[in-house]
């Protein structure tokens, strides 16, 4: 290959790099969908594309300078930017209620998947398909073999049906808290926006030495709250 084509790249590669960037991205956000969580498919499709198109831009972008003197040329440096700027959108995935946190698993996978991108950008389709295999590994595997290894604690679902009323879902998360119960995760079914109720849906680990009985009562005597059912 001569030197002043190494700099560019054709539409059907460049397209190649692209669609596999969108299959991989899917993969891993079909995963995180799939369980309910808050960055899902088209997020993570979007991320894995856009940090597949940075890293073509970064290599492929700037053909036209490389027969000038005095140019140094580095391929990787736009995309270097990707790694650290992810970090803001990983950080919206993020909910803490009381001491627990949530959403660090999702925030992770976005991250590896801007790498995943990158790889595929890169024209590294092997590493890119072995990473994402590796991933999806452990998210729904190993997810599962802790469940099983963990099995002393329990997880239960709590729903809630409570008024409409700001500050309700951090009233009901430190009650929980409070008693000891762990929240696993969050969701809200807001209903209509006419409805003046909504169902908050907590999963908790409960160990087995503790009883829920006495959160059921607890959650009973918040303000707003109608109804508490525990599966």
Not at 104 to 117: E, F, K, M
Not at 211 to 226: A, N, Q, W
Request: charged content about 20%.
């Amino acid at each position: 290959m001569e030197a002043d084509q190494i700099w560019t790249i054709s539409y059907g590669e460049t397209a190649v790099r692209l669609l596999v960037a969108t299959l991989l991205g899917g993969l891993v956000g079909w995963e995180r969908e799939h369980n309910n969580h808050p960055a899902g498919f088209r997020t993570h499709i979007l991320v894995c594309v856009g940090s597949a198109l940075i890293m073509l831009l970064s290599i492929y972008g700037f053909p036209q300078f490389m027969g000038e003197k005095n140019v140094r040329f580095d391929p990787g440096r736009i995309a270097a930017q990707v790694v650290s700027g992810i970090g803001f959108l990983g950080a919206g995935t993020i909910l803490r209620q009381g001491m627990t946190v949530s959403g660090l698993t999702t925030a992770a996978s976005l991250w590896v998947v801007a790498a995943i991108g990158l790889a595929a950008g890169a024209g590294f389709h092997f590493p890119a398909l072995l990473t994402t295999l590796l991933v999806l590994v452990s998210l729904e595997l190993l997810n599962r073999l802790e469940g099983w290894l963990f099995r002393r604690h329990l997880l239960k679902r709590m729903r809630v049906q409570v008024a409409k009323q700001p500050g309700k879902l951090g009233e009901l998360a430190t009650v929980v808290g409070s008693l000891g119960f762990d929240i696993k995760k969050v969701q809200i079914d807001e209903g209509e926006a006419e409805e003046p109720e909504m169902e908050i849906i907590f999963i908790l680990r409960v160990p087995n030495q503790m009883e829920p009985t006495g959160l059921l009562d607890r959650v009973r005597e918040v303000t707003g709250v109608r109804s508490v059912h525990l599966d």
